[in-house]
């Protein structure tokens, strides 16, 4: 892929306060994301979750509890998936089209036949940033800018505050070099197939 398309994803909320204020900054440099909702989450913050999909954003399921999905029986992650699916369609109206198993944490065998039952494509991440470390928020752009590249999906959490401070740095400097922000879907979609 040569054009400059690039996916932001955000994994474990929605967060009462981290996530609305994130969706401002999204707003405000009108570019879209993809939010990897957890289950618990997304049955406690229904307001935002329909704030996030009516302003352009796709939604995407980590499952319920997040758990190690690699580690369970395949009832066992039917249920994760299913009920988080049926909390974001709940709130939302809106089915997710893709899921992140928690910790990128899933078998090649997990993957195919969660494709079917549900039609997930299983999306992981080309830049991981560990934000969940807390390593400050200077240094998750830094990461974040030194790993993009045309096609790349990045990997944060919009539960934490300081990476919603590296946020609005990190997407100018994006913008700023030709980069155009894409959801999930929208990413998977351009992919040459084959
Ligand atoms: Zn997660």
Known sequence: MTQPFIALTF??????VNTPRLLD???????????????????RYPEIMRRIVAEGHE?????VTHPNLSKMSAEGVRNELR????????????APRTMRPPYGAITSAQKSWIKKEFG???????????DWKRPGSSVV???????????GILL?????????????ST?????????????????LAMEPKG
Not at 11 to 16: A, I, K, W
Not at 171 to 187: H, P
């Open 59 to 63: 939604i995407g399921n980590h499952t």
């Open 171 to 187: 997407i100018d400097q994006l913008l700023a070099k030709g980069y155009q922000f894409v959801t999930v879907t929208q990413l």
């Open 156 to 168: 944060v959490h919009d539960i934490h505050a300081p990476t919603i401070d590296a946020m609005p």
């Open 120 to 130: 997930y494509s299983t999306i992981l991440w080309s830049v991981d940033p560990e």
């Open 83 to 94: 009920v988080c699916h049926e909390a974001i369609v709940s709130a939302t109206g809106v």
């Open 11 to 16: 994994d474990d909320g929605p967060h009462p």
């Open 141 to 151: 752009t830094s990461r974040l800018l030194s790993g993009a590249g045309p096609g």
């Open 25 to 43: 900054l999204l707003k405000q440099r009108n570019v879209k994301a993809t939010f990897y909702v957890v289950g618990t989450n997304a049955k």
